[in-house]
């Protein structure tokens, strides 16, 4: 079935160091990709998202491209922030009815 | 912005007891999801419903879990009894139906603690 993987944490960086988090999948069929964000104690919200092979997804200094080759999905950001402190999910929507398959998150902690 | 209301946000229980849980989805929004996050782990697809019918129960542990959203807007879950291991969040999300919008938007969750 299709599946998730991510690079596992915590990751701990310095204020405007370069951020990495990689991500690679296993699906049928052309799924959308997804990177989510949860800060401590909330839901998830969406980050960004790619819909097609080699889109682009960018939102608040983050990317990801969909890579289809690689099956790869992975998160950058130039330089991070204390306030990026979260644990990142990369989810595909995949199947007929359009599921969400999470991977294990991986924790971020941005030291000043 | 619209946003997708759940309620409450945290509830402690003891072991066999009732819970229940209740999501307003986005207005508009005929696909309402509810998944369970176990600690330290992804979201994990409990049910799927489009309008009042269910399309996707595989992962519910039906013996003890139930699910309904009777007019196809607001839902409810249900756990009974509940067990030390159902200690999780529970989060909603619903979905706009149909052409490339696929996009899910979670609500804030319900953390469950079972004692």
């Known amino acids: 079935g299709d599946s998730v993987t991510q690079m596992e944490g915590p990751v701990t960086l310095s204020e405007e160091a370069f951020l990495t988090i990689n991500c690679t999948y296993t699906?049928?069929?052309?799924?959308?990709l997804f990177w989510y964000v949860q800060y401590p104690g909330e839901g998830l919200q969406l980050l960004l998202k790619?819909?097609?092979?080699?889109d682009k997804g960018s939102n608040k200094g983050f990317e990801a491209t969909y890579r289809k080759e690689t099956t790869s999905f992975h998160l950058e950001k130039g330089s991070v922030q204390v306030s990026d402190s979260a644990v990142y999910f990369c989810?595909?929507?995949?199947?007929?009815?359009?599921?969400?398959?999470f991977g294990k998150g991986t924790k971020l902690s941005v030291k000043p | 912005e619209a946003e997708v209301a759940q309620s409450p946000r945290y509830k402690i229980t003891e072991k066999s007891q009732a819970v229940a849980f209740w999501c307003d989805p986005i207005?508009?929004?005929?696909?309402l999801y509810w998944y369970r996050q176990i600690l330290g782990q992804g979201p994990e697809l409990l049910v799927q419903?489009?309008?009042?019918?269910?399309?996707?129960d595989s992962q519910l542990p039906k013996d003890r879990f139930s699910a309904e959203r009777l007019k196809g807007v607001d839902s409810t879950l249900k756990i009974q009894p509940a067990e030390l291991g159902d200690s999780a969040m529970y989060l909603c999300?619903?979905?706009?139906?149909?052409?490339?919008?696929?996009?899910?938007?979670f609500g804030p969750g319900t953390r469950l603690t079972v004692l």
């Open positions: 999300a619903s979905r706009v139906q149909g052409g490339r919008e696929d996009t899910q938007y």
């Open positions: 699906a049928t069929g052309y799924p959308s």
């Open positions: 790619a819909t097609k092979a080699d």
């Open positions: 989810a595909l929507s995949g199947g007929s009815q359009g599921n969400l398959i």
């Open positions: 207005s508009g929004h005929a696909t």
């Open positions: 419903f489009q309008d009042e019918s269910v399309v996707d």
